[in-house]
């Protein structure tokens, strides 16, 4: 049993080489980029939409709930990031029930490259917000010795988010197989929709635990900007606070 996609390889031209992780990697790309334009080539705002837009303005509101709830934030900056990365994971799943599909989830390397993007990310939104002064400040605190454990923690989540969803995935697979392979006459359309639900709740988490490392990134940048920024207010005799003179 192949344990990833990566070594079905269906090009190569030396150093270069095409294989089955990227064929269906961007086939779920033109998959999503159709279903798009087919959502919004007749946007309406009267009280009959078609049930693509129905279906977007679903989808899009959930999302935002979702977002916000995480983060406590305005879900506008971080729902093209953070949507994409559940769309084409769950779309990336769904499409399992397809004969000869494999999900490109199931390579290690694509879940490396979407952890990478969620770790790119996050100096990204960073630095939009609080200048790159700001946000780099927060690696030298409390102290400069502190610099190599922070890019640790940064690489670890990273890691995490990785081999979080490919185990995932693989193991939903396996165990399928392995259950189809012990009675194929009862257990598959049961493991089959099983499979998808697995799928669905794995691009739902880490859509949550992207959101969760940009915004807990972000906040922890916040802090040590403002405690950089603050002054001390001075404090007046008799340590009381002076009060406005009453008018005679």
Known sequence: MEISLDNWVLWQQGPVLFNATILYTW??????VLGSWLATRRLSTDAKISPWQNLLEVL?????????????????????????????ISVSNLLAVVPGYHPPTDSLSTTA???????????????????????L??????TPLMLPFHIISELSRTLALAVRLFGNVMSGAMIGAILLAVV?????????????????????????????YIASALQAHEETREEIIKTPAEPTRGGEIPKEDEKT
């Open 27 to 32: 086939l779920v790309m033109a998959l999503l």
């Open 60 to 88: 899009v509101g959930g999302m935002r709930e979702q977002i916000r709830q995480i983060s406590q934030q305005e879900p506008g900056t971080y729902l093209p990031f953070i949507g994409t990365l559940f769309v084409f």
């Open 113 to 135: 490259a979407l952890a990478l993007c969620v770790l790119v990310a996050a100096p990204i939104y960073g630095i939009a917000q609080q200048g790159l002064r700001g946000y």
């Open 137 to 142: 400040s927060h690696y030298l605190k409390p």
């Open 184 to 212: 194929p006459l009862f257990f598959p359309l049961v493991m089959q929709l099983l499979e998808l639900l697995i799928g669905q709740v794995q691009a739902f988490i880490f859509a949550v635990l992207a959101t969760v």
